[in-house]
């Protein structure tokens, strides 16, 4: 069996009749960006008292290069391809501290899996998701940061963060359906 993340990754800038479905993408994550990270890294585990390892190196190194949304188990999947001795519960932890410090977030989709994005040179987005088939879009609006704003105004509340998630049925789920239901008649 094959397993898909759910959605198609553009590398390249989109056209601008096609959908983004990233945002701020870029091809590929250089040398330097690796290093700066790796250095952000390596402070929070001075912080906790723990020490940077290959195994937790590579699993930032492999969690950079992809613009998804993975669970532990597919990141788990993806990191053994490079070391193969890498187990679960280190990529596990790994994806804990790399919350910790900021480089990772974790994103609620539509089945309850918590899933991870890094956020490193990240700009702020929201998620728009598919409850048929998981598949996501990213999208970014200035509007829901000026609500957070304009609420925590309202209610003398100095505001830190936001979560605000779409949920619907995308257009290949549609179709699909569609197409099954004239089947039945
Ligand atoms: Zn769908
Ligand atoms: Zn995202």
Redesign the pocket.
Known sequence: MSWTLGAIIISVPAPPNMLQKRIDDQPTISRDNIREAEGIFLQHLKRVGLKQTEQRNAILRTFLETRE?LSTDELHRLVKKTDPRIGFTTVYRTLKLLAGCGLASE?AFHDGIARY?HQYNRRS?H?MVCTECGASV?FFSEKVGEIEEEIGRKHHYLTTRHTFQIYGVCEECRNRKKTNGRRIV
């Open positions: 949304h994103v994005e987005h998620h990213e």
